[in-house]
């Protein structure tokens, strides 16, 4: 393990208040600001929107209208063809159409599908399959999250290409993902930096995201405000051979506080527990007096080595029954020649491993 002070700060990083030095700022309590309840009644209409692309295909896009929106989609037992909720009082068109019903079934799509429910206190949900399967979406699928509570999850869902969960240019809010028993086949790319903050949550649960060798499994960007991260339920990152130098994993928290645990079964890595296969990078912003940067490793394996920036302020990087940096290869000083299992790099404040 290395645990060292950086020479520099992160451009990125806004100037904000530090904590005082000494120790009577360490007996205040530390924790994570509260995040008020999202659920809130949707009023809204989504265009359910059927289009071409080339080559020859059709793809999907649900389109809000501004107004607090909730829908819900999932494949029937035929190919291509998607049953589409509105939920909470959420009701359809197809294509801009001035007729609106509760619920509509689509058929043909063979290409990516594109989810961007505008302004508004949002929830969408992709579900499995009529007959308890995985949905099955043929390319991309697109997640774009505007002003407002964003809450979008994935359960049961094959994706046969990348997942893009973007928030919007200039926008703010909340933005929360979890992603359930799915797997994605592509690299999955969530950027909850709008460029204005919001409080973020990601959930990552028995799934296996897969990236290629040229995009990580997971790249994660947060902005300012309290992010929550939390993989669990033997959850895998990549496919192997390791990967000594690129990231599999890449985790950039914004200012302010922030918790990211990586929990499993036991230490060994594959299937029975959460593995990333090959290196994982968490870099947290600065922080506010009484909060703190929790990362956290339980029963967890990763092939590559673990790289923890801490920004200014208090930090606790936990490893409970866990094996870091398991497939380095040990040089002729029997050091890893890629690094360490594990650096930590913190600026000014408490830090504690």
Same mark, same amino acid.
């Given at each position: 393990?290395?645990? %060292? ?28 600001? $509260? ?14 929107? #059927? ?32 049953? #589409? ?23 043909? #799509? ?28 043929? $390319? ?33 809010? %909340?933005?929360?993902?979890? #992603? ?96 990333? %296969? ?76």
């Amino acid at each position: 393990m290395l645990w %060292y002070g950086k020479q520099e700060k992160k451009n990125r990083r806004r100037n904000i208040q530090k904590p005082s030095s000494g120790t009577s700022s360490l007996r205040r309590p530390l924790g994570f600001e $509260g995040l008020e309840s999202r659920n809130l009644m949707a009023s809204g209409v989504v265009d359910v929107r #059927i289009g071409t692309f080339a080559p020859p295909g059709t793809i999907l896009s649900l389109v809000g209208d501004g107004s607090n929106n909730e829908v819900d989609i999932n494949q029937t037992v035929t190919a291509g063809e998607f049953t #589409i909720q509105g939920k909470n009082g959420t009701l359809l068109k197809l294509n801009g159409a001035f007729a609106t019903t509760p619920s509509m079934t689509v058929n043909g #799509i063979n290409g990516p599908i594109t989810i961007d429910l505008k302004s508004g206190n949002d929830i969408f949900r992709f579900l499995p399959r009529s007959d308890s399967q995985p949905s099955n979406v043929p $390319g991309n699928l697109t997640i774009i999250n505007s002003d407002g509570s964003n809450i979008n999850s994935l359960t049961g869902v094959l994706i046969n290409g990348n997942l893009n969960v973007v928030k919007a240019s200039d926008t703010s809010g %909340y933005s929360e993902l979890s #992603i359930v028993s799915s797997t994605i086949a592509g690299s999955t790319t969530v950027e909850n930096d709008g460029g204005e903050g919001g409080d973020t949550k990601l959930v990552i649960d028995s799934s296996w995201l897969q990236g290629t060798l040229s995009a990580p499994a997971l790249a994660l960007t947060n902005g300012e405000g309290t992010d929550i991260n939390n993989v669990k339920g033997n959850s895998q990152f990549g496919l192997g051979p390791f990967a000594a130098t690129t990231p599999v994993v890449s985790i950039d928290n914004g200012d302010g506080g922030s918790q990211t645990t990586f929990t499993g079964a036991s230490r060994i890595a594959g299937f029975g527990t959460t593995t990333v %296969y090959g290196r994982l990078d968490i870099n947290n912003g600065n922080n506010v007096p009484g909060f703190l940067d929790l990362v956290t490793f339980q029963a967890t394996n990763v092939l590559g080595p673990v790289n923890v920036d801490n920004g200014d302020g208090t930090s606790q990087t936990l490893v409970i029954g866990s094996t870091l940096g398991s497939h380095l290869v040990l040089g002729g000083d029997n050091r890893p020649t890629v690094g360490g299992p594990l650096a930590i790099a913190n600026d000014s404040g408490y830090d504690e491993l």
